[in-house]
């Protein structure tokens, strides 16, 4: 079954550590790439998206993240995390052969202060 | 603040009331979208309008029946709902017309509801 997954469920961080979050799925041809945030009590929000073009995308409040399309994947990443970028982070991704859209099942990123 | 603002942002409903969520924004998008978030699970697609027109119905029970009075707003009218039925309802608005990830979504705060 075609699917999105993030495989870290909840992740935990000191300030100042590096971020990376995975984000693998399993449909082929074209897709459009999102990574959303949910900060606490907030609204979700996009950090970024990947439509076409250079692979290396990057987002608000530093977040960048790389589209390898030989490996199906879309992960996040940020050099140096804050306590403020403690969240939940959701990828997703539009398979626009199956006009399909989904959201993978999350990260909670807990950063300690 | 979000663009997209949704009313109430809490309901309690029993299984027999007859009740509505309503969700708005000004910012000229011409999809809207109502998504169920259960806790700890990813949001679900349950209805998208484009131009004003019910194109996607991802199979979701009579009960839950949507409606797009104008561009700008969007309702959704509940009816004899089941307490499982009990979880966030989250509405977003995209500047392109078209099924999710089109366009980027705006999301609103969500309305969480709760069926006794």
């Known amino acids: 079954a075609q699917s999105v997954s993030q495989h870290n469920h909840h992740v935990i961080l000191s300030e100042a550590a590096s971020l990376e979050l995975g984000c693998n799925y399993s449909y082929g041809g074209t897709v459009n790439l999102f990574w959303y945030v949910q900060y606490p009590g907030q609204h979700l929000q996009l950090l970024l998206k990947y439509f076409s073009g250079d692979p290396l995308v990057k987002g608000i409040k530093g977040f960048e993240a790389e589209f390898i399309k030989s490996k199906f994947s879309f992960n996040l990443r940020k050099p140096s995390v804050q306590w403020s970028d403690t969240a939940e982070y959701f990828c997703a991704v539009n398979a626009l052969d199956f006009n399909k859209f989904y959201f993978g099942s999350g990260t909670k990123l807990n950063v300690k202060p | ?15 027999k009331n007859k009740k509505s969520l309503k969700c708005e924004q000004h910012m000229g998008h011409r999809a809207m979208y109502w998504y169920k978030q259960k806790a700890k699970k990813p949001p679900e697609l349950m209805f998208v309008y484009s131009y004003e027109k019910l194109s996607i119905n991802e199979s979701v029970p009579s009960r839950f029946s949507p409606e797009c009075p104008n561009s700008s707003l969007l309702n959704l009218h509940l009816h004899a709902l ?5 979880a966030l309802y989250l509405c977003a608005s995209s500047p392109v017309a078209g099924p ?3 366009g980027e979504l705006f999301f609103g705060e969500g309305s969480r509801l709760t069926v006794l």
């Open chain 2, 82 to 86: 089941q307490p499982e039925d009990s």
């Open chain 2, 1 to 15: 603040d979000t663009e997209v603002t949704q009313t109430p942002k809490h309901l309690v409903m029993g299984m």
């Open chain 2, 100 to 102: 999710p990830g089109t």
